[in-house]
């Protein structure tokens, strides 16, 4: 009681406020009255009639602004007291905003006896362009606001057909009512009573329960499907085990001359295969063909491989194209990962195929536009999430050959991931990215050609001089570009101008404890070392005692290279014909397969929130399009020379590629 007694004063003023905000005038008598006879005092709840007052000089103050064409003290007071919420997500106050920036900017010309100040005139055009570009930029998908983009450009715009209507004597007037009606609405809403708001937030705090008990309940439903899943990994795990060594008793007899009978080989795949197999496998597959229970097997085990995947749907690639540009950076990013998405999720082979075609043969990225603003340059956007994500999608694009073929197509996709890549970014992962691309395009020996001519060696040679402060993605990728740009004469002859640093930053390597860089570091050494100038040089430095601590440490493959890498030390040999890097080599003999990494979904800045699309669903939602899908015969990559693994690579590789056993 004591506690209500304490809140009381404060309860009845909450009353009182929405009596007088409710217009109950003889209620509020009687209640005033009443509570004076009680002896009830009544606390004063900051008072409606004071925000009312102050609420009526804000909305005199902008319209005195538009009615004196006096644009910064009205988008002043416009931020200042519109909500954000209200000007950056309702529809009506966007449109409102929108033509209010038309008004000032024609303002002089409706105004003015005479011709108009030239200068005021052109700063205001000025201030309604920079708004397009950047708060308006959304609003140019809407057909009825496209023509006013063209509004800054036009030389006399009051005799221009297209903006006929802004001159007419009726539209500011009408304008200015629209206006009127608008701050009315939104300052009535501010003067909402005491009581109201809590009724309020009390019921959108129930929706927002009945929201997350919808999503707990879904979120345990997950959770039962995968313990499901697990239990039922587990068991084949066990199961498997126990199958393993059972064969491996089996191999273990036949040393010994016992001979595996046909209803022995089906009793162990009948464990292996799952449960609805099992019976058919029982009685119609004969075990005594060769060969029939591995092919089984391999279908139990990928099932996926007998079925025909469905292509994804097609998408409005003009639309995705715009909104890339002129959305908002969350939509951008939203998109640019959806995009990838279709790429490192879809199946590889027919639909992956499709989805890149389609891709290419809509130019996604913008390679052969000419435009100012055009999808590479997210490469370069304010917002650090967009960056990654475009780093991260072209990346993407490299691990493919088609998508190295088409980024190749025009050396502007290289220049501007060379500029980046040596900005200084401290955004880890598009610097990994980055790289990723480039080591993925110097795979093509016209991009070789131009990375080397950039000095790109020089600025890997840099960084490699602190090898502990990379990641390990980026050490890897650093080396391995490196080496396939070394294999070139004019990338030997680029180390042979930092000859002393080049050995020394690749000594330093062979003793890291990445060991997935050995191959590489072993590589570039070999390559290198075919120079006569940079043989001296390691001579002078005692490469050969430092390549023989190595041998003592080293596995047997790593010791065979390194005696390899010896032998070429000690060569006099002014060329080495035999894996001399010939310039003038066609373009086919790269080498030219797809490895599309895990990495490159790693790590994702974003998600979605509460009703917010991403992914596949936002593309197939709002960017559902007709026949963009392009099938297109994929070309088959070139016999590779192959490489023994006793010998240093002497052919371009990427890491994904190296460690899959792709030949090199």
Same mark, same amino acid.
């Given at each position: ?7 009381? &004063? ?5 009353? +009182? ?117 950047? +708060? ?14 063209? *509004? ?24 200015? !009512? ?10 009535? #809403? ?121 292509? *994804? ?6 639309? !995705?194209? +715009? ?14 990962? #959806? ?29 052969? &536009? ?51 890549? +040596? ?40 960084? $490699?001089?602190?090898?502990? %402060? ?15 740009? %070394? ?52 001579? #002078? ?7 023989? %601590? ?49 990495? $490159? ?16 669903? *936002? ?46």
């Amino acid at each position: 009681m004591g506690d209500i007694l304490a809140h009381e &004063s404060e309860l009845l003023g909450l009353v +009182k406020e929405y009596l007088d905000f409710a217009e109950f005038e003889d209620t509020l008598k009687t209640f005033s009255k009443e509570c004076k006879m009680k002896g009830k005092s009544l606390s004063k709840t900051g008072g409606g009639s004071l925000r009312e007052s102050k609420s009526l000089i804000i909305q005199k103050d902008l319209i005195v602004a538009f009615d004196d064409g006096d644009q910064k003290v009205f988008f002043g007071l416009w931020e200042e007291h519109i909500p954000s919420s209200i000007r950056h997500g309702d529809a009506l106050a966007q449109k409102l905003e929108f033509y209010l920036h038309i008004h000032f900017a024609i303002y002089l010309l409706k105004r003015s006896v005479g011709r108009p100040d030239k200068e005021e005139l052109d700063e205001r055009m000025s201030y309604f362009k920079t708004y397009l570009e950047t +708060k308006g930029a959304a609003l140019s998908q809407t057909t009825e606001f496209l023509p006013f983009y063209a *509004l800054p450009f036009v030389p006399n715009p009051m005799v221009h057909p297209s903006f006929k209507e802004l001159f007419q004597d009726s539209w500011t007037p009408e304008l200015k !009512l629209k206006l009127e009606k608008f701050l009315a609405l939104i300052f009535k #809403a501010s003067n909402t009573p005491k009581l109201l708001t809590l009724y309020e937030n009390g019921q959108n705090h129930k929706e927002m329960l009945q929201q997350l008990h919808q999503q707990l309940v879904e979120a345990e439903r997950r959770s039962m499907t995968y313990l499901k899943r697990f239990n039922k990994i587990q068991a084949d795990y066990h199961n498997l085990i126990g199958v393993t060594a059972e064969l491996v008793d089996s191999l273990e007899a036949t040393v010994s001359g016992k001979m595996i009978t046909p209803e022995y080989l089906q009793s162990v795949c009948v464990r292996l295969f799952s449960n609805q197999m099992r019976q058919s496998l029982a009685h119609s597959v004969d075990f005594t063909r060769p060969g029939t229970a591995s092919t089984m097997l391999r279908a139990s085990l990928a099932p996926g491989k007998l079925k025909d995947v469905p292509l *994804l749907p097609s998408l409005d690639y003009e639309k !995705l194209k +715009k909104d890339l540009i002129w959305g908002s950076d969350r939509l951008k990013a939203f998109l640019l990962q #959806a995009l990838r998405w279709r790429l490192t999720t879809s199946h590889p082979g027919e639909q992956r195929e499709t989805v890149l075609q389609a891709y290419i043969s809509n130019d996604l990225l913008d390679c052969h &536009s000419h435009s100012q603003r055009s999808v590479l340059q997210l490469l370069h956007s304010k917002s650090e999430v967009v960056r990654q994500y475009m780093a991260r999608l072209i990346n993407a694009f490299a691990s493919l050959a088609e998508g190295r073929l088409y980024l190749a197509q025009s050396t502007k996709v290289l220049r501007l991931l060379e500029q980046r890549l +040596k900005e200084d970014d401290r955004d880890v992962i598009t610097r990994e990215n980055v790289l990723g691309a480039l080591q993925k395009f110097s795979l093509r020996r016209p991009l070789q050609t131009a990375m080397i001519r950039d000095g790109l060696i020089f600025w890997l040679i840099d960084i $490699l001089k602190d090898p502990d %402060c990379l990641s390990d993605y980026t050490l890897e990728y650093s080396v391995a570009l490196l080496m396939n740009l %070394c294999l070139r004469s004019a990338g030997k002859n680029m180390c042979a101008k930092v000859a002393g640093l080049a050995l020394k930053v690749l000594s330093d390597l062979l003793g890291h404890e990445n060991h997935e860089i050995q191959p590489y570091v072993n590589g570039a050494l070999y390559s290198i070392l075919s120079i006569p100038s940079i043989r001296e040089e390691a001579r #002078a430095m005692g490469m050969e005692d430092i390549l023989r %601590c190595f041998i003592r440490e080293g596995s047997a493959e790593m010791i065979r290279q390194i005696e390899f890498i010896i032998k070429q030390l000690n060569s006099e040999e002014l060329l080495d014909g035999v894996l001399e890097s010939d310039d003038d080599e066609d373009e086919d003999d790269e080498e030219d397969h797809d490895t599309m990494e895990a990495d $490159l979904d790693k790590d994702e800045l974003i998600q979605p929130q509460l009703g917010e699309l991403s992914g596949e669903k *936002l593309l197939t939602t709002e960017y559902l399009g007709i026949m963009t899908n392009t099938g297109k015969t994929r070309r088959k990559g070139p016999t590779s020379a192959q490489w023994g693994s006793d010998e240093p690579l002497c052919r371009p590789v990427t890491p994904g590629g190296h460690r899959n056993g792709y030949p090199v």
